[in-house]
């Protein structure tokens, strides 16, 4: 019992069962492990005794990470993608698994980030997520995301941890993305919807084509034409699209 209460209550175990554990041995290979169910008087001897056991709905282990190096381009266009790169080890005694919860990339505070993008991030506030496998202590492995230059030129600065869906942030896992935007000798223009808060941003001219986004006030893009009362804007890295003129003001 106190053995299960400790191992529960560490990974947020709410379920046992009593299996029979096989080690498989073959000439020249790594020995296996198979699962097979335990004898009837072992498994009514263990669901006797944790007939009241109710277990652990959450974990209960502290995370830690260390950023071994952190890439990010210097200068980004307005309007175009950049590639933020990282090498992370896991500084813990136990091994981080993904399967079932993945970890995620979030913006420090958690709230939503002006680098998003939209469809290829998991959410506005996290840039990538770590899933389908399994990091071993100390190991240290590599991953990347994207961010888009579509704010005000200048500096810019993002932090970013680690965690798990809505969890603490992984001790040491902290990282900063800085890079500068410039204008280049494009046309830009920001989205000014006071009364909404958005603008549609369409792919034809006119009022009942199909909706690409509906990007925030605030928002900066870049200006390819204007036909009346509608301005053709970049909204993504080869995406066209067209907006409404009076929702924009030119910068």
Do not use: H
Request: with cysteine; hydrophobic share 35%.
């Amino acid at each position: 019992m106190e053995i299960v209460n400790e191992v529960a209550q560490d990974w947020g175990i709410s379920t046992i069962k009593p299996v029979r554990l096989n080690i498989i041995k073959e000439e020249n290979k790594m020995s296996g492990i198979k699962v097979t169910d335990a004898s009837f008087e072992f498994t009514t001897s263990l669901n006797n005794l944790f007939k009241d056991w109710e277990g652990y709905k959450e974990e209960n282990l502290k995370y830690k990470a260390k950023i071994d190096e952190s890439e990010t381009p210097k200068e980004v266009e307005i309007g175009n993608r950049a590639t933020v790169k990282l090498k992370i080890t896991n500084a813990n005694d136990f091994p981080w698994f993904t399967d079932k919860e993945p970890i995620y990339i979030s913006t420090k505070d958690g709230k939503e980030s002006s680098l998003a993008i939209n469809q290829v991030w998991p959410s506005f506030s996290k840039p990538v997520e770590i899933s389908d496998k399994s990091i071993k202590p100390k190991e240290t492995f590599e991953i990347s995301f994207e961010i888009e230059a579509k704010v005000l030129t200048g500096e810019v600065k993002q932090s970013f941890v680690l965690q798990k869906v809505d969890g603490q942030p992984f001790e040491g896992s902290e990282f900063e993305v800085k890079f500068n935007v410039v204008k280049g000798d494009k046309t830009l223009v920001q989205v000014v919807s006071p009364e909404f808060g958005f603008v549609n941003i369409r792919k034809c001219r006119r009022g009942g084509c199909e909706i690409i986004d509906s990007p925030k006030e605030g928002s900066i893009f870049i200006l390819l034409g204007e036909e009346e009362g509608w301005y053709k804007v970049q909204y993504a890295p080869g995406v066209e699209g067209w907006a409404m003129l009076r929702y924009f003001k030119k910068i």
